[in-house]
């Protein structure tokens, strides 16, 4: 019962059920390409969409405007407190003559203004930099109630507005993909039917001198884990050339560049891959056991 | 060795295959079963390697019960029941040898263990210069000849054959079942269903008839139809 000797039956029995049928196993390895493809383009927009919240966080702050002659100490115990919130990367004291020169200097075009930014009354504030945007409106409730605060303003809006759509993105995609696997499961399992039905007379008599079920099921489950896998490095190098064109002409019109973090690729990549080998372990699985529950008892 | 107590088989569309079948076979047994088509006696025969199983009553198999046999478990009751067919099964791109071996790799036997138990029944079944015949290239005794060796190349305790000569002319006929005798000699138990008198006649081995599935005769050296 030595190991090797089943190994090398089952490699053999996976390799003659390849060369069965050729034009069935393209199709079953051309749709988990197709649904790997659609998932690593989910991906990569997911990726996308993180980055580019993250960007527009970090630039969106939040200013506290602070009572005019609040204490310097209780400013500072605020701006501590702050500082330990959940989602909150950074905090900046902005002081009343900080914020005249920020104004002065918006406004440096219009010299004769200068006299009047000196006279107008500015209240010093806190900003608030964002490590999660998300986080902002639990942020801002806990900063409401503070006595020494006067009002608070931020890019409510954007920030929510694409937080909403990444969230949407994420329930439509997990679906999309869900459904998408399903199929592919369903078309390998196909593929895997008719070499186990052009084999059949073998796999009746290996029930018949006392094979186990394992040991028939294996070399077909070995064979729709190959076709998971040729299809997931397929879209994985399509998606990979894909991308990198797309990153290398990008136009410089919009705003925010595609991502391009070496470690998330390689996730993604390695997401692809595994994926693929499990939809089509599964569809070759299920595939086989159907057909050995209808024969025999 | 065998012990079917009150066994019926009910099919799904409400054909009665057997009906309270009381039969026990001992070891070393060579016994036929006999009767007209229909009868059940293709039914026994599953019955005893699991590919039917029974609606009413046990089956005792090598000790074993296996009534409600977990699924799991049916290959290892098959390595000690061999099957041999009337249409014989082969594998038609697989020689002779390959044919045999195949039941000793799916169970997980060794390459050298493999091709010493082959080339043994081989020569047994007096066909080890045609080891390298694919089944189309061997007449049809041979082909027989090399599934009861695959039958037995495991050396089962029990060989079950189902109307193994009903494709061969009289002369090989008789020398199928000489074969079957010699294995029985050896210790095997051998039930095998047929329709042919004469090797029932010339036997005189047990005879067990059945009659719409209901046991008629079971006779020792007993003949083809009842003589009384
Ligand atoms: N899968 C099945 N479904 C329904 N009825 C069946 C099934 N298999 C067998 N039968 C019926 O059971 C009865 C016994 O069948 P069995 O095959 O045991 O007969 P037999 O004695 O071997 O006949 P033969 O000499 O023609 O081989 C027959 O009436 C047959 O039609
Ligand atoms: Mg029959």
């Keep these: 019962m030595s190991s090797k000797i089943r190994l090398g039956y089952f490699l053999s029995e996976t390799a003659s059920n390849l060369r069965y049928n050729g034009l069935m196993t393209l199709a079953s390895i051309g749709t988990v390409t197709v649904s790997m493809l659609v998932l690593g383009a989910f991906l990569l927009f997911n990726l996308n969409l993180k980055s580019t919240i993250n960007e527009v966080s970090s630039k969106t702050r939040v200013c506290v405007y602070l009572k005019a002659g609040a204490p310097a100490g209780e400013v500072d115990v605020l701006k501590r407190m702050v500082e330990g919130l959940d989602g909150v990367r950074k905090v900046y004291y902005v002081s009343v003559d900080e914020a005249r020169a920020r104004l002065k200097q918006d406004m440096s075009g219009q010299a004769d203004l200068g006299q009047i930014v000196d006279t107008v009354p500015l209240p010093a504030s806190l900003e608030i930099e964002m490590a999660d945007t998300s986080k902002i409106t639990s942020v801002t409730s806990v900063i409401k109630g503070q006595p020494a605060i006067d009002e608070i303003h931020y890019g409510e809006d954007v920030v929510t507005t694409l937080n909403l759509i990444r969230r949407i993105v994420q329930i439509g995609g997990l679906g999309a993909i869900i459904i998408l696997c399903i199929v592919t499961a369903f078309v390998i399992a196909n593929t895997i039917r008719l070499t186990v039905f052009a084999r059949r007379k073998e796999i009746r008599i290996m029930q018949l001198v006392g094979a186990t079920d394992w040991f028939i099921k294996w070399p077909f489950i070995m064979e729709g884990i190959f076709h998971g896998l040729v299809g997931s490095l397929l879209a994985v190098g399509i998606a990979a050339a894909g991308y990198t064109w797309l990153a290398n002409n990008w136009p410089l019109t919009f705003i925010f560049p595609l991502a391009y973090d070496e470690q998330t690729l390689l996730h993604i990549s390695i997401a692809l891959i595994t994926g693929g080998m499990l939809v089509g372990a599964f569809g070759s699985f299920s595939s086989v056991r159907k057909f050995l529950r209808t024969v025999l008892v | ?228």
């Design chain 2, 1 to 228: 060795m065998i012990t079917f107590q009150g066994v019926s088989v009910v099919h799904p569309n409400g054909v009665t295959a057997l009906r309270d079948l009381d039969l026990k076979i001992e070891k070393g047994d060579f016994l036929f079963i006999v009767g007209p088509t229909g009868s059940g006696k293709s039914t026994i025969l599953k019955l005893i390697y699991r590919e039917e199983v029974c609606t009413a009553g046990r089956i005792i198999v090598a000790g074993k019960e296996i009534t409600g046999m977990a699924r799991r478990q049916i290959p290892y009751l098959r390595r000690g029941v061999g099957v041999v067919f009337q249409d014989f099964k082969l594998l038609p791109q697989r020689t002779a040898w390959d044919n045999v071996a195949f039941a000793l790799h799916v169970i997980g036997v060794g390459k050298a263990e493999v091709k010493r138990q082959v080339a043994k029944v081989l020569d047994n079944v007096g066909l080890l210069h045609k080891a390298d015949a694919l089944p189309t290239e061997l007449s049809a005794g041979e082909q027989q000849r090399i599934c009861i060796a695959r039958a037995v190349v495991n050396n089962p305790v029990i060989l079950v054959a189902d109307e193994p000569t009903g494709n061969l002319d009289p002369d090989t006929s008789w020398d199928i079942v000489q074969l079957l005798s010699r294995i029985n000699v050896k210790g095997t138990t051998v039930v095998m269903a047929t329709h042919d008198r004469h090797i029932v006649d010339r036997m005189r081995k047990r005879v067990v008839a059945l009659q719409d599935g209901r046991l008629v005769r079971d006779e020792d050296k007993g003949a083809y139809v009842c003589e009384l």
